[in-house]
């Protein structure tokens, strides 16, 4: 085994493919199946996964999708298969609240991510401070990092670490970032933070970088990592579990997952109920190039077909556009009106 | 012609914007403008435009209600004070304008409603997304009924200061039973996103109507137009970008509002729509007390 700088590391992997990987499905996992991966990734010993609605808490809506059952349905089903398996969840102020976060918390929920936009900190000092008092693990989640400089998000961190965040994360929702951005955002943070405030990274695999980012936040100071078996996840997919667990392996850095059961989940389980692959193809890489949240992918595949505009064209515009984690909606709002410049291109 | 003298709780954003639509009423004239920081800039353009200002919040003001002849006050402070504030200054004999998220008073949307509105001594604007979306929801409710309307809020992060940032749950509780109560919806749900982009993105709301039946493409499209309409008499920069669009029983309309750039410039139209409805609803309350048809009556202070 070649280890490496890192080696003795310990890095406590995040699981996403009950939360993000909702996203790849149209929201449509059942709870059998919820229940049966988490399951396995207690087996696996994944030490925390996340279960909900792809948005997370509120998320069931014409905006983003109606899942068949209501997030207190998934954590009652998946709760009693967990032992030593932490339960969290997402929380996206202005779409999720409060009450909703100590509804999770009655249902077995005990880590929150509290997420907002990379430069809008300030939306959730109530709800961070609301999973504190609930004695949850409480991260804050900085979305679209790349959308910020790093010192902006440093200053963005500081800002939820004040308000009680245990940990903060890099969030590279579009899969944009390259090692290199992942190694100076985090490093910043470091150097900002306070000594036992850690660092998380989430990273999305549309530029191919999943793993290669998620080793660069390791190597410069980050102790969570979020993951998904087989890479289930919006856009290209989140960072493959089974692999991330692997390289970390070679590395000598210690996740204490078990690699070999990750990999039959990803192949018996996950990969048999995709929709469709869930790979870099022209639509996801464009997401990547073009720095847009990855959440738009399959509402762009769908209106490109209603409107016969190719996808890729869309999501260049919305990302000209500067639209950001949230705005759908946008999505068909900006076809219908490249539709009308179109039309009106072809009648001059 | 008379007008009706009032005052203004908040310095901030929505206070400072509602202070310009003030000075332009023919019945209302704004006297004081309430803040906390004596360092705001909101005050200090208060006092350029010749109204007296405290930063002693609303007990700054108080001993000067009587005096000075206040009759209607704004709340554009936040939710979690407003109570307070709505009660020392109805103990007063004030009546109050809620445009925080508290909704302890009637909900109001001036083309929906206001016509309609009880006597009371509080009343309350929603927030700037209800204001937007509302007319919409209720131009389709008025035509056929809706199972569930579902609204989006896209607001330029420069536009949103701290008091709305520390009141989105009560921004989403407010707005999701307003579209309900007021809208006319079964169910609703509202949605709201804060985006930073430079330039600032102007305000966009989007407006999703499940209808029980299949529906009446021609009469919705007709009784919306109308309804935009009506806003736009108040507020010129609301638009409609795109849609109806039809799938289904859903109806989709896509939204801009646009502001007159009165205090932040024109991509804030969420604080003139706000503003300008609270305006006029406070117009309408100040012609009913200039020809005697409201009283309001100070308890014993």
Same mark, same amino acid.
């Not at chain 2, 927030?127 to 199972?147: F, K, L």
């Not at chain 2, 999703?208 to 529906?215: L, N, S």
């Given at each position: 085994m070649n280890k490496s700088d890192l080696a003795g590391r310990k890095v406590l992997c995040h699981d996403m493919c009950l939360r993000d990987g909702m996203h790849a499905k149209r929201e449509q996992i059942s709870t059998e199946q919820m229940a049966s991966f988490a399951a396995a990734m207690e087996k696996a010993n994944v030490p925390m996964i996340q279960v909900s609605h792809g948005a997370g808490l509120g998320g069931n809506s014409l905006q983003h999708g109606f899942a068949p059952h209501a997030n207190e349905e998934y954590w009652d089903a998946v709760a009693p298969v967990l032992d030593k398996t932490i339960m969290s969840v997402l929380l996206?102020?202005?779409?999720?609240?409060?009450?909703?976060?100590?509804?999770?918390?009655?249902?077995?929920?005990?880590?929150?991510?509290?997420?907002?936009?990379s430069t809008e900190a300030d939306t959730s000092p109530q709800h961070i401070a609301c999973g504190r008092e609930l004695g949850m693990d409480t991260s804050g989640f900085l979305m679209m990092a790349h959308l910020n400089t790093p010192q902006g998000l440093a200053a963005e961190a500081k800002k939820m670490e004040s308000y009680g965040a245990q940990t903060v994360y890099v969030t590279d929702s579009a899969g944009y970032m390259l090692p290199e951005d992942v190694t100076e955002y985090v490093t910043v943070l470091r150097d900002t933070l306070e000594d036992d405030t850690e660092i998380g990274f989430h990273g999305h695999n549309n530029l191919g970088m999943g793993i290669a980012n998620s080793i660069a936040a390791v190597r410069a100071g980050a102790s969570r990592i979020d993951c998904s078996v087989a890479g289930l996840g919006a856009g290209a997919g989140n960072t493959p579990l089974e692999a991330f667990v692997a390289v970390c392996d070679r590395m000598g850095i210690e996740t204490g997952c078990d690699m070999f059961g990750l990999m039959d989940m990803a192949e018996e389980?996950?990969?048999?109920?995709?929709?469709?692959?869930?790979?870099?193809?022209?639509?996801? $890489?464009?997401?990547? &190039?073009?720095?847009?949240?990855?959440?738009? +992918? !399959?509402?762009?595949? %769908? $209106?490109?077909?209603? &409107?016969?505009?190719?996808?890729?064209?869309? +999501? !260049?515009?919305?990302? %000209?556009?500067?639209?950001?984690?949230?705005?759908?909606?946008?999505?068909?709002?900006?076809?219908?009106?490249m539709l009308k410049e179109r039309e009106s291109q072809s009648a001059a | 012609m008379n007008k009706i003298k009032c005052a203004l709780i908040g310095s901030g954003n929505i206070g400072t914007d509602l202070m310009y639509k003030l000075k332009r009423s023919p019945v209302l004239e704004p006297v004081w403008m309430v803040g906390i920081d004596p360092e705001s800039?909101?005050?200090?353009?208060?006092?350029?435009?010749?109204?007296?200002?405290?930063?002693?919040?609303v007990d700054g003001v108080l001993p000067h209600l009587a005096a000075d002849g206040?009759?209607?006050?704004?709340?554009?402070?936040?939710?979690?004070?407003?109570?307070?504030?709505?009660?020392?200054?109805?103990?007063?004999?004030?009546?109050?304008?809620?445009?925080?998220?508290?909704?302890?008073?009637?909900?109001?949307?001036?083309?929906?409603?206001l016509d309609e509105l009880a006597?009371?001594?509080?009343?309350?604007?929603?927030?700037?997304?209800?204001?937007?979306?509302?007319?919409?929801?209720?131009?389709?409710?008025?035509?056929?009924?809706?199972?569930?309307?579902?609204?989006i809020a896209s607001l330029a992060s420069k536009s949103i200061g701290p008091g709305t940032r520390a009141n989105l749950d009560e921004f989403t509780y407010t707005t999701s039973s307003a579209v309900c109560e007021v809208g006319g919806a079964r169910r609703g749900k509202a949605l709201c996103i804060i985006n930073p982009a430079e330039p600032p993105m102007i305000m966009?709301?989007?407006?999703?109507?499940?209808?029980?039946?299949?529906?009446?493409?021609?009469?919705?499209?007709?009784?919306?137009?109308?309804?935009?309409?009506?806003?736009?008499?108040?507020?010129?920069?609301?638009?409609?970008?795109?849609?109806?669009v039809f799938e289904g029983n859903k109806v989709g309309v896509f939204m801009e509002v646009a502001?007159?750039?009165?205090?932040?410039?024109?991509?804030?139209?969420?604080?003139?729509?706000?503003?300008?409805?609270?305006?006029?609803?406070?117009?309408?309350?100040?012609?009913?007390i200039l020809s005697g048809e409201l009283k309001l009556l100070a308890e014993a202070v």
């Open positions: 996206i102020p202005g779409l999720g609240t409060m009450n909703e976060l100590r509804s999770a918390h009655a249902h077995g929920v005990r880590s929150v991510h509290v997420a907002t936009h389980l996950v990969f048999p109920m995709m929709d469709h692959i869930v790979r870099i193809d022209r639509s996801s $890489l464009t997401l990547g &190039y073009a720095g847009v949240y990855s959440t738009f +992918l !399959l509402h762009a595949n %769908r $209106l490109g077909a209603k &409107y016969g505009i190719e996808p890729r064209d869309i +999501l !260049l515009e919305l990302g %000209r556009k500067k639209m950001i984690g949230g705005q759908e909606d946008m999505i068909e709002d900006t076809a219908l009106t | 800039e909101g005050l200090s353009r208060a006092r350029d435009m010749g109204l007296k200002t405290t930063a002693d919040g206040v009759q209607i006050a704004f709340d554009a402070t936040s939710a979690y004070v407003h109570k307070e504030n709505s009660d020392k200054m109805n103990a007063h004999g004030v009546f109050m304008v809620d445009l925080t998220p508290a909704a302890i008073g009637p909900l109001c949307v001036p083309p929906v409603n006597e009371t001594m509080n009343v309350n604007m929603i927030s700037c997304a209800g204001q937007a979306t509302i007319p919409i929801v209720y131009g389709v409710s008025r035509v056929q009924s809706v199972d569930y309307a579902e609204i966009r709301n989007t407006i999703y109507c499940m209808t029980d039946d299949e529906p009446d493409q021609k009469r919705i499209t007709e009784s919306l137009m109308e309804m935009i309409g009506k806003v736009q008499q108040y507020v010129p920069g609301y638009k409609l970008v795109n849609g109806p502001g007159l750039g009165d205090y932040l410039p024109t991509y804030a139209g969420n604080l003139d729509i706000m503003t300008a409805a609270a305006c006029r609803t406070a117009e309408m309350y100040a012609e009913k």
